[in-house]
């Protein structure tokens, strides 16, 4: 009896198996055609329109004299004639999709940049003209709008942070220029950054190609989840590497261009870099996180009482993990909301309140260090690797400071150094160390005697190239 009721066990198991399969052949599409017959509508081909200079006639490069000069002369005069230097249009093509039934499309920057006339052509074959809205150059995304009387079909933004590696992805577009088409791949990575501050693509193996700008990246719930940007290929045509920024980025960009006709994103005004293994152990810090301040200039940081020297560990409750992560989550912010910013100073952390300004209005002078008092009690030293020295009025003006700006000039860098090889070069200026400002070589020294009675094992410099400052941890041992 046991036997037989194992194998009546495995039995109805077995098909539950077997059900359990079927059922999912069936949740699976055969094929994605009624997704693409669903979205296609939305799906527009942009067509630009720009006029240019025309293009001059040939030059006859003869010398002054010649015979041939007249001949040449002749045939300029005959070239003008046929109308060869008047303006002409320059036509660009490109894709969109449409977001509200009343017209709105979203496009990429560079398709539109410049151009005189927008022209919209729908899946149906009719077409409208366009009027920009606006654009955000630092997410290549732009807005337009189409003015009809009959509604619109639409899609909508899905949350591109739920896309997984592995997920299924549908391209749609016009590339080079054949008219709507599709492509099918996966989301190949996330978190992408090429270039920009605010930079958050989905990299695709869908197939992008020149035209494909601006068009939208669906997941098989037919939401955009990206605005296919861009491509890597050293041919110009598809590889598999396709970059689409995440609809979480463009849907906040479109709503601002929307309700403003720009964007408006927060300002906290603080310059910034990341947090490395040798910055971290030299000003105490246990984890390589965060976003170390180098410069503070006037903005909402300085007024809430930030420093340079801080390391920013959070930001309106969110935990920072680098530079770029704080850069987005600023830009996110509305512009006059009061966040609480935590950071790492002096062995402790601080918490401090920052009204953010509106970084599209930000104005950054440098800003210079106060006047301090100056005791050279020597006029060079090597020590670290480097060669230093006050600075007199001359070097300051032939750096670019201000003349009543502080601290040591570096005049040489021992190659073999570790100074040398962490990008350090004459005619750097270094103006604190150990997160303190320094106004003499013995200066210097103090700081250096006080890391070591610290247990530290590196001294942080804070560092000004060409204006732009810069923290460096140097090694102490054996110093």
Do not use: C
Request: aromatic fraction near 4%; hydrophobic fraction near 40%; glycine fraction near 10%.
């Amino acid at each position: 009896m046991a036997t037989r009721a194992r194998i009546t066990g495995l039995a109805i198991l077995a098909t539950i198996l077997l059900l359990a399969q079927a059922v999912m052949a069936q949740a699976r599409p055969e094929s994605l055609a009624p997704l693409a017959e669903k979205i296609s509508p939305a799906v527009v081909n942009i067509t630009t329109s720009t006029i240019v200079e025309g293009r001059t006639g040939p030059q006859g490069i003869v010398p002054e004299g010649s015979p041939f000069e007249d001949f040449f002369r002749d045939f300029q005069d005959r070239n003008q004639d046929q109308n060869q230097n008047r303006p002409r249009r320059s036509s660009a093509l490109g894709s969109g999709f449409v977001i509200s039934e009343d017209g709105f499309v979203v496009t990429n920057n560079h398709v539109i940049d410049g151009a005189d006339e927008i022209m919209i052509e729908f899946f149906s074959g009719e077409e409208l003209p366009a009027k920009l809205i606006g654009t955000d150059p630092k997410t290549d995304i732009a807005l337009l709008k189409v003015e009809t009387d009959e509604p619109l079909v639409f899609v909508t933004f899905g949350d591109s942070d739920m896309s997984r590696v592995g997920d299924w992805v549908l391209a749609m577009g016009n590339p080079l220029g054949q008219g709507f088409s599709a492509s099918v791949g996966i989301v190949s990575a996330r978190n992408r950054a090429l270039s920009g501050s605010y930079d958050d693509y989905i990299q695709t193996d869908a197939a992008i190609n020149r035209g494909n700008s601006g068009g939208p990246l669906f997941n098989m719930d037919g939401d955009v989840v990206g605005v296919n940007t861009a491509i890597l290929s050293p041919n110009g045509g598809s590889i598999g590497i396709g970059f689409s920024m995440a609809s979480n980025v463009v849907s906040k960009v479109v709503d601002q261009l929307k309700e403003f006709g720009e964007t408006r994103r927060g300002w906290l005004g603080v310059r910034i870099q990341d947090v490395t293994d040798d910055v971290a152990e030299a000003i105490g810090l246990e984890d390589a996180k965060g976003a170390l301040i180098t410069d503070v200039p006037e903005g909402p940081a300085k007024e809430a009482g930030l420093l340079a020297g801080d390391v920013i560990t959070s930001f309106d409750g969110v935990e920072v993990e680098d530079t770029r992560a704080l850069v987005r989550q600023v830009g996110n912010t509305t512009v006059g909301k009061a966040v609480r910013v935590v950071v790492y100073r002096e062995g402790g952390t601080k918490t401090l309140l920052v009204t953010l300004g509106r970084r599209e209005d930000a104005e950054r002078p440098i800003q210079t260090a106060m006047p301090g008092e100056d005791t050279p009690d020597v006029s060079e030293k090597e020590i670290l690797g480097l060669t230093l020295t006050l600075p007199t009025p001359e070097m300051l003006s032939e750096l670019g400071l201000a003349e009543d700006m502080t601290g040591l000039v570096v005049v040489n860098v021992d190659e073999a150094s570790e100074a040398f090889e962490k990008g350090l070069r004459a005619g750097d200026f270094i103006t604190e160390a150990g997160q303190q400002k320094v106004a003499s070589l013995s200066d210097l020294d103090d700081r250096i005697e006080e890391a070591k009675e610290a247990g530290r094992k590196s001294l942080l410099l804070l560092i000004r190239r060409g204006g732009e400052p810069r923290f460096v941890a140097l090694s102490l041992e054996d110093k």
